[in-house]
């Protein structure tokens, strides 16, 4: 794995960690936390009782309910996905264990240090004036040299957690996205780049942990600003709340955390592989007043050089792809510029079914 998520190219941007503010010990919200809503977004969350679609991976019709949850919604929640509950609370107890560490420590495993993935703000913290209510670390590759500096007694053992977190999510990745894209009638033997074992052995994969520690004004703070992730999909680990999506015709509504459940996204690149069948989800994070709340998010993309272009088989015979193709790596520089026109800048043709 030669790229990441978090260390494509800033062009315009550089993240300015001194100005990194140690949230936790606030008391007041700072004015330059401070946010008037989003003008890109002016949508009110849902009055309607919706919730985005819960599926049992054990379930016969999982194929049919996943294909419908990534038409409709982008986004669902699954069950029975074969992750351990232990894996998944010892991840999360690390991850609250590297946030606590004091500032100085975190800073010296920055995203800037030589450019490479680590401790930071989120990457569309450079597009907004505010800052948000937030801190995360992402691991791409191997993260022994980062943690070695977290924790020079005991590094071994959060590389050792790190590395079958990554190996289980992988796979549960591919199952998802088979799934999804078996809805599609797309097989193995479509995508070159899936491998003999339809397992991506070359994918792009990023960890990234979140923290949104409680904050004394959450009515005016943003954890995460609004976005769509540029993976092919996204797993969400959450125990508490606070991840909204978009559903266009009802506005925000909030995920809730369903027992064992993890949170499925649909990404930029899986839209572009359905050639614009499933939109990738528009989300956002709230903040609260009483609870710190710690997610991990696992990014399946595809080999960061390989061109990914709509599946040939989702385009009609007398219809132009409705993306160019693009590589991931090119696709992360033009979401670094601009993350909410990436996706038009690729775009070949008029929409044909309104998403996206
Ligand atoms: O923390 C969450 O609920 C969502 C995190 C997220 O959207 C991201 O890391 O891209
Ligand atoms: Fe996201």
Redo the contacts with the bound molecule.
């Keep these: 794995m030669a790229s990441s998520i978090s260390n494509a190219p800033r062009e315009s941007h550089t993240v300015h960690h001194h100005e990194l503010l140690d949230i936790t010990s606030l008391k007041d919200l700072p004015e330059s936390y401070a946010w008037k809503g989003f003008d890109r977004f002016p949508m009110k969350d849902s009055t309607a009782p919706v919730t985005i679609p819960v599926i049992d991976l054990a379930d016969p019709k999982a194929i049919e309910l996943i294909g419908h949850a990534c038409k409709t919604w982008g986004t669902f929640q699954v069950t029975n996905h074969g992750i351990q509950k232990k894996l998944l609370d010892d991840v999360e107890k690390a991850s609250r264990e590297l946030f606590a560490l004091p500032m100085e420590q975190k800073l010296k495993v920055s995203e800037t240090a030589g450019g490479l993935p680590g401790y930071g703000q ?1 990457r569309i913290a450079s597009c907004f004036a505010q800052k948000m209510w ?1 801190e ?1 670390f992402t691991v791409y590759g191997s993260p022994l040299e980062h943690f070695r500096q977290l924790w020079p007694e005991d590094y071994s053992k959060y590389c050792d957690l790190y590395e079958e977190y990554e190996k289980q999510m992988r796979k549960l990745a591919a199952k998802l996205l088979w799934l999804s894209l078996g809805s599609l009638g797309i097989s193995k033997s479509d995508i070159d780049w899936a491998g003999q074992t339809g397992e991506f052995e070359t994918r792009s994969a990023a960890i ?1 942990l ?1 923290s ?1 520690p409680s904050c004394p004004d959450p009515d005016r703070a943003v ?2 600003a609004p ?1 769509t ?1 540029s993976s092919i999909i ?1 797993i ?1 680990h ?1 125990s508490t709340v ?2 909204k999506v978009l559903r266009e015709e009802t506005g925000w509504v909030l ?1 809730p955390v369903v027992p064992d459940a993890l ?1 499925v ?1 649909v990404g930029d690149f899986l839209h572009i592989l359905s050639n614009g069948l499933y939109p990738s989800v528009t ?3 709230v903040v609260n007043r009483t609870q710190h ?3 991990v ?1 696992y ?1 399946y993309g595809s080999p960061p050089e390989v061109k990914v272009s709509p599946l040939s088989k989702l385009v009609g015979p007398c219809e132009t792809p409705l993306y160019r193709s693009i590589t991931w790596q090119e696709y992360l520089i033009h979401k670094s510029q601009d993350p909410y026109s990436a996706l038009s800048k690729i775009r070949s043709s008029a929409p044909f079914n309104g998403s996206g």
């Design positions: 989120a937030s995360g990234r979140n949104y954890g995460l976005h992730d996204t969400l959450q606070g991840l995920v949170v996204n989300h956002q994070v709340r710690l997610t998010a990014f």
